[in-house]
């Protein structure tokens, strides 16, 4: 099995900053994709940024120049740096991971959703 635990959330006044962690656990093999999600009330569940094994990196366009997406490979933990943060930015934030376990299995997994709360 797999865990994803997120940290890092929080509230912020506009155009503070905010840094969020995910560290996966488990039975892993290696990682491909890693990337965040958020889900803002009422509101479809939308990439935010993706990073592959590579380091090439994916940004939703209502983040570009504000968010940089990393990742640690060694501790097989993805980050997000937010700055100049919007209230529109407010949402639960989700990271997932798409990774090969020891058994050879290919799998997809997801964190448990850390609060972001943007106040103007």
């Known amino acids: 099995q797999v865990q994803l635990v997120e940290s890092g959330g929080g509230l912020v006044q506009a155009g503070g900053s905010l840094r969020l962690s995910c560290a996966a656990s488990?039975?892993?093999?290696?990682?491909?994709?890693m990337g965040w999600y958020r889900q803002a009330p009422g509101k479809q569940r939308e990439l935010v940024a993706a990073?592959?094994?590579?380091?090439?990196?994916n940004y939703a366009n209502s983040v570009k120049g504000r968010f940089t997406i990393s990742r640690d490979n060694a501790k097989y933990t993805v980050y997000l740096q937010m700055n100049s943060l919007k209230p529109e930015d407010t949402a639960v934030y989700y990271c997932?991971?798409?990774?090969?376990?020891?058994?050879?299995?290919?799998?997809?997994?997801w964190g448990q959703g850390t609060q972001v709360t943007v106040s103007s």
């Open positions: 997932n991971m798409a990774l090969i376990e020891y058994s050879g299995r290919y799998n997809d997994y």
């Open positions: 488990g039975s892993i093999l290696s990682i491909n994709v």
């Open positions: 990073i592959t094994s590579g380091g090439d990196t």
